[in-house]
């Protein structure tokens, strides 16, 4: 029998005013978000999300997207702080890869699944210690929302209603309770939000 190990699982995530986390165009339509995503305020909460996690999960696309943008940045020595720490940390950690179509990790420190989320994040918190972060992939975030299984949440709140995509909290999720850890508001307008669940 497995016990857990007091691992915590947290979730990384840009949102609209409306809730969205893409836009009208599909999964690549990030325009109302590329305003604000490299302000001083979003690179301060990039640098929050890693210190304590050991362990990325990525959706497919954000894991090919991810390991083609950062590893020269984090060789980078002209690169912001903030963004050359994060990057570090994106090669050495472990990486969990969700996919249904990749046979092996292209990547370092990477292991391929093809299995349900809640599952996967259930035995990772039983083994090892450090955060389990959901980097970015809502494919990730929402079946780990609806487990309840995330216990703190990143999110950068753009001042911008998309008018259309896709939703991160969507209806049929159980109802839970969050208490506000950290707050921070930049001179555009979006707003860095940690929340931890309540339990």
Same mark, same amino acid.
């Given at each position: 029998?497995? $016990?857990?190990?007091? *691992?915590?699982?947290? %979730?990384?995530?840009?949102?609209?005013?409306? @809730?969205?986390?893409?836009?009208?165009?599909?999964?690549?339509?990030?325009?109302?978000?590329?305003?604000?995503? #490299?302000?001083?305020?979003?690179?301060?909460?990039?640098?929050?999300?890693?210190? +304590?996690?050991?362990?990325?999960?990525?959706? *497919?696309?954000?894991? +090919? @997207? &991810?390991?083609?943008?950062?590893?020269?940045?984090?060789?980078? %020595?002209?690169?912001?702080?903030?963004?050359?720490?994060? %990057?570090?940390?994106?090669?050495?950690?472990?990486?969990?890869? &969700?996919?249904?179509?990749?046979?092996?990790?292209?990547? !370092?420190?990477? $292991?391929?699944?093809?299995?349900?989320?809640?599952?996967?994040?259930?035995?990772?918190?039983?083994?090892?210690?450090?955060?389990?972060?959901?980097?970015? #992939? #809502? #494919?990730?975030?929402?079946?780990?929302? !609806?487990?309840?299984?995330?216990? $703190?949440?990143?999110?950068?709140?753009?001042? +911008?209603?998309?008018?259309?995509?896709?939703?991160? &909290? +969507?209806?049929?999720?159980?109802?839970?309770?969050?208490?506000?850890?950290?707050?921070?508001?930049?001179?555009?307008?979006?707003? %860095?939000?940690?929340?931890?669940?309540? $339990?």
């Amino acid at each position: 029998m497995t $016990r857990p190990t007091g *691992r915590r699982v947290t %979730a990384n995530l840009v949102l609209s005013l409306d @809730g969205r986390y893409n836009g009208p165009g599909g999964p690549g339509d990030f325009a109302a978000f590329a305003p604000y995503v #490299s302000s001083e305020v979003s690179r301060r909460q990039m640098s929050r999300i890693w210190p +304590e996690a050991t362990t990325a999960l990525l959706g *497919r696309l954000n894991a +090919e @997207g &991810f390991m083609a943008y950062w590893p020269p940045v984090a060789e980078d %020595a002209a690169a912001d702080p903030h963004d050359r720490g994060y %990057a570090k940390w994106l090669v050495d950690t472990e990486k969990v890869v &969700f996919s249904t179509t990749l046979a092996e990790a292209p990547w !370092e420190r990477t $292991r391929v699944v093809n299995a349900p989320a809640a599952e996967v994040v259930a035995g990772l918190k039983a083994e090892g210690e450090g955060d389990i972060l959901a980097n970015n #992939s #809502s #494919s990730i975030i929402k079946p780990l929302l !609806e487990a309840d299984l995330v216990d $703190r949440l990143y999110l950068l709140v753009v001042p +911008e209603i998309a008018g259309g995509g896709q939703r991160l &909290f +969507e209806d049929g999720l159980p109802a839970t309770k969050w208490s506000l850890a950290e707050q921070e508001v930049g001179a555009s307008g979006e707003i %860095a939000l940690v929340y931890d669940r309540a $339990r």
